[in-house]
C-alpha cells in the first residue's frame, strides 16, 4: 500500500468542444490581452513565447490569468472534467493550477491553455497492469475501505507518493504482516 495524489492535465485549445472549455478558453484569452499590455506596449511581440523570452516577468501571466478562470473552475464542484473511473464516477481534486501553454495576440486559436487538477490524499491499494485500486484518503490502517478503480492514461501522473510501513515491511521480509493487537 502507498499514500498517493494524482495530477490530471486538462489541455483546452480551439479545438475543445464543452461549454466549460469554451468559457475558460474565451475569459483566459481575452485577460491575456488585457494583461499582456503590461509587458509589452507597443504590441512589438505578437506570441506569449516570445513575450516570456524578451520579458521574464511575463511568466506571471500564468497566475493574473488564473483570475479570470476561477470562478468557472468552481462550477465544477471539484470534480475533475474528463476523468472517471472504472463505473463512471468523477475523480475528485483539491487544487487546481492555471496554466498558459501559448497564445497569440492577433489570433484566438493559437491560444493555448491547461489546468492541473490534483487529488487529495488517495491510499494505492494495489496495481493490476494499467490499473491502480484506489481508496480516498489514508486507509492504511483499516481492515476494510470502499475502493474504486481508475485506469493510468495520457496526462494523469502521480505526483505524490509514499509507502505506508506495512508495505515497507512485507517488502523487506517477503512476507505477509499482519497487525498484532
Given at each position: 500500500?502507498?499514500?498517493i495524489?494524482?495530477?490530471y492535465?486538462q489541455?483546452?485549445?480551439?479545438?475543445?468542444q464543452?461549454a466549460?472549455?469554451?468559457?475558460?478558453?474565451?475569459?483566459?484569452?481575452?485577460?491575456?490581452?488585457?494583461?499582456?499590455?503590461t509587458y509589452?506596449?507597443?504590441r512589438k511581440?505578437?506570441?506569449?513565447?516570445?513575450?516570456?523570452?524578451?520579458d521574464?516577468?511575463?511568466?506571471?501571466?500564468?497566475?493574473?490569468?488564473?483570475?479570470a478562470?476561477?470562478?468557472?473552475?468552481?462550477?465544477?464542484?471539484?470534480?475533475?472534467?474528463?476523468?472517471?473511473d472504472?463505473l463512471?464516477?468523477?475523480i475528485?481534486?483539491?487544487?487546481?493550477?492555471f496554466?498558459?501553454?501559448?497564445?497569440?495576440?492577433?489570433n484566438?486559436?493559437?491560444?493555448?491553455?491547461?489546468?492541473?487538477y490534483?487529488?487529495?490524499?488517495?491510499?494505492?491499494?494495489?496495481q493490476?497492469?494499467?490499473?491502480?485500486?484506489?481508496?480516498?484518503?489514508d486507509?492504511s490502517e483499516?481492515?476494510?475501505?470502499?475502493?474504486?478503480?481508475?485506469?493510468?492514461?495520457?496526462n494523469?501522473?502521480?505526483?505524490?507518493?509514499?509507502?505506508?510501513?506495512?508495505?515497507?515491511?512485507m517488502?523487506?521480509?517477503g512476507?505477509r504482516?499482519?497487525?498484532?493487537?
Amino acid at each position: 500500500m502507498a499514500l498517493i495524489k494524482l495530477a490530471y492535465k486538462q489541455i483546452i485549445d480551439a479545438s475543445t468542444q464543452g461549454a466549460f472549455e469554451k468559457s475558460v478558453l474565451q475569459a483566459s484569452y481575452q485577460e491575456f490581452l488585457l494583461k499582456m499590455q503590461t509587458y509589452n506596449p507597443e504590441r512589438k511581440f505578437k506570441t506569449f513565447t516570445e513575450l516570456k523570452a524578451h520579458d521574464g516577468r511575463a511568466n506571471s501571466l500564468h497566475y493574473k490569468l488564473s483570475f479570470a478562470v476561477g470562478h468557472f473552475i468552481q462550477t465544477l464542484h471539484n470534480k475533475i472534467p474528463g476523468l472517471k473511473d472504472n463505473l463512471g464516477n468523477s475523480i475528485a481534486f483539491e487544487i487546481p493550477q492555471f496554466e498558459l501553454i501559448e497564445s497569440d495576440i492577433d489570433n484566438i486559436s493559437a491560444h493555448k491553455v491547461a489546468i492541473i487538477y490534483t487529488t487529495g490524499t488517495l491510499t494505492l491499494m494495489n496495481q493490476l497492469a494499467d490499473f491502480m485500486i484506489l481508496a480516498n484518503g489514508d486507509v492504511s490502517e483499516k481492515p476494510e475501505a470502499n475502493t474504486f478503480v481508475l485506469k493510468m492514461q495520457n496526462n494523469l501522473a502521480i505526483v505524490s507518493h509514499l509507502e505506508s510501513e506495512e508495505s515497507e515491511l512485507m517488502a523487506l521480509t517477503g512476507n505477509r504482516y499482519k497487525q498484532i493487537q
